[in-house]
């Protein structure tokens, strides 16, 4: 089940350093968000606050609210790992267990959570590989080690791994950004895919991708060095790139830094 995300006034920290400032947004259900901004500019941090991932960062902290459909997240009743798992996360390079079966692979998280119904695990596989469009491509070799995929095969495989344990939110961090162009497409037709189900955050460099995979991107940029990231402006992705509201957006869109 899809889920809303509400981001109310969000600071992040690394120590005393003061990463981003004053995030608020939201984020719609069955909806594709991709965040975009130049390098340091905390768009990650932001996504990886969304799953609670910010914080295994030592010294890292939070101020400010994550509602999942009105649920504070960072609520001290929450259990962080409950989080992590309704808030699947795809990361930049893909990081399936190399050794550990393909079957194996996409279901650690399941096992991990104690199901050991072989019948059951086997469907769960099946599914998510169809899901992440995969298993037509490995059906024959759901034995054989995970690693020995191609690298945009090995990214599905994460997709996969990170849907078998049916999340509401799914957040990728460059999930494109170490694969070569076909392997991208493929990856970019299957968020298309995906947002059917899930609410999708991504972030990306790639500012052509925004414009193709999301339906709202935000624009995060730098005021200076030492100083906070900060989100400029979020509107509709078609707004955002045809006549964004501020200056910075359209310098950074049209190239002019960043």
């Not at 193709?212 to 730098?222: E, G, I, K, P």
Request: one cysteine or more.
């Amino acid at each position: 089940m899809a889920k809303r995300i509400d981001v109310k006034d969000l600071n992040l920290f690394y120590g005393k350093f003061h990463a981003v400032d004053g995030v608020s947004l939201a984020v719609p259900p069955k909806n594709v968000t991709a965040f975009i901004g130049p390098s340091g500019c905390g768009k990650s941090t932001v996504l990886r606050s969304l799953n609670r991932m910010h914080e295994v960062a030592p010294g890292a902290r939070v101020e400010g609210k994550v509602l999942l459909d009105g649920e504070d997240i960072y609520a001290s009743t929450i259990d962080p790992v409950q989080v992590r798992r309704t808030i699947g996360m795809v990361f930049q390079r893909p990081n399936p267990f190399p050794t550990m079966s393909i079957r194996d692979n996409v279901v650690a998280g399941l096992k991990l959570a104690g199901e050991r119904n072989r019948t059951k695990l086997n469907e769960v596989a099946e599914r998510s590989l169809r899901g992440a469009n995969l298993w037509n491509e490995v059906k024959d070799r759901l034995d054989r080690p995970g690693g020995g995929l191609s690298g945009g095969q090995q990214q599905r495989l994460c997709i996969a791994r990170a849907i078998a344990v049916q999340p509401d939110v799914l957040l990728m961090d460059e999930p494109c950004s170490a694969l070569d162009p076909i392997s991208t497409l493929a990856i970019e037709d299957l968020i298309t895919e995906l947002k059917k189900e899930y609410t999708i955050v991504i972030v990306t460099h790639n500012m052509q991708q925004a414009a193709r995979v999301s339906d709202q991107t935000a624009f995060f940029n730098l005021l200076g060095v030492g100083q906070p990231g900060r989100l400029i402006e979020v509107d509709d992705t078609e707004k955002i790139f045809s006549n964004p509201s501020q200056k910075a957006t359209e310098d950074y869109i049209s190239g002019r830094f960043g």
